[in-house]
Structures are given as structure tokens and as C-alpha cells.
């Protein structure tokens, strides 16, 4: 009945396809990642879906970008003990609406059946935007940008983000996440933006 009313669309371009994702078109663009921590290339079709799900309200893109992360995850990923989401500052997520990889991250956790820790790892400091900075901008930029409440147990856990360019931000995330006890972290991005 839900598929009568409101039939599954490409995240790119919104043509009608059978399942969530993208259609025949946009998924013959759509180039896997080289870089082990991420899935997928970010340009073409993926980068549009991207920036509708971030940047225009369309919420229900995490269903099918998040469940392309959650397949990647399973086989990434076996053996962590927690799902953390690279958060958003509270004044950015509440200018949005919610917070992107936060998201993402649900059918990761529940693909892989752990928990998914929302409140753990927190962003303390607004930072600028990190587009078009170079990486020791960035890395400067995020400097005490994270906190993390302690985590007991040494768990491992895998650190989940929408898109990542040269890594600073996964960075500052993963040295907040060790400082507070996990003794792994295993960064995971849906999409890598390459600088030219």
C-alpha cells in the first residue's frame, strides 16, 4: 500500500525504481570507493543524493544511502561493540533539523546488532565550515572539537560519518573516542570526496 502511495525513488534524480537506491542511470555512475574507510566516490549521482539528504530536507534518503553503509558495515565491521555517529555541534543540527550521520547510522547498528551510542561522543565546539579548507587548516580547525563521556569496557567501536575529504574531522572524533577508553575505532564515510 506504502509503495502505491509514495513509490520508491532514485535518491539522485527521483525517477521511480523498483527498489531504494538509485536508478539503472544513476547507478551505472555511482563508483565504489578505493579508500578502505569508505564506500562509495563522492561525485555524480551519489554527491547529489548527498546534498539533497544534507542540505534540502530529504530525510528519507537515509533509508537507502544508510542501508548501502549498513552492507559495507557487515563486512567491515564484524566485532565492534558500539555504532558512534560523527555528531553535529547542537546549533548546526538545530538549524537543520537533525543530524546526517546520526541518521545513517541507524540501520548500521542494526545491521550489525549493537548499539548505537547517540549521546557518547559530542562536537563541544562549533566549528566552521571545513569545505575548501586544506588539511592542517582543518586539523586546526577541529582542534578540541570533541568530547567523549568515558567509556568503560575498552569496546571497539565504529565511527560512522555522511562524507569525508581529508580525514581531519574522523580524526578529532577517533582521538576524543580513544581518550575516553576505546581501545578501536573503525572509521566507516558513505562517501569520500577526493581533492583535485
Known amino acids: 500500500m506504502i509503495e502505491l502511495l509514495a513509490p520508491e525513488r532514485c535518491a539522485a534524480c527521483d525517477h521511480s525504481v523498483e527498489q531504494a537506491g538509485f536508478c539503472a542511470s544513476c547507478a551505472a555512475l555511482v563508483e565504489r570507493a578505493s579508500d578502505a574507510r569508505a564506500v562509495f566516490e563522492y561525485e555524480g549521482p551519489l554527491a547529489d543524493a548527498i546534498q539533497r539528504f544534507k542540505f534540502e530536507d530529504r530525510t528519507e534518503l ?4 544508510g542501508r548501502r553503509l549498513a552492507e559495507e558495515a557487515t563486512r567491515v565491521a564484524q566485532g565492534v561493540d558500539a555504532v558512534v555517529p560523527v555528531p553535529l555541534h547542537w546549533r548546526r543540527r538545530r538549524s537543520r533539523g537533525y543530524d546526517q550521520a546520526a541518521l545513517l547510522a541507524r540501520p548500521v547498528a542494526r545491521a550489525l546488532g549493537v548499539p548505537l551510542w547517540l549521546r557518547r561522543l559530542r562536537r563541544v565546539r562549533s566549528t566552521p565550515r571545513q569545505v575548501g579548507l586544506p588539511r592542517a587548516a582543518r586539523l586546526r ?7 567523549c563521556v568515558p567509556l568503560r569496557g575498552s569496546p571497539s567501536v565504529l565511527l560512522v560519518d555522511d562524507v569525508a575529504t581529508t580525514g581531519a574531522t ?3 572524533a577517533t582521538q576524543a573516542l580513544r ?5 578501536e575505532v573503525v572509521p566507516l564515510v558513505l562517501a569520500v570526496r577526493l581533492l583535485r
Request: charged content about 10%.
Open 62 to 65: 537515509a533509508r537507502p544511502l
Open 141 to 147: 580547525n577541529l582542534r578540541g572539537a570533541f568530547s
Open 179 to 183: 581518550q575516553a577508553g576505546a581501545v
Open 170 to 172: 574522523l580524526a578529532a
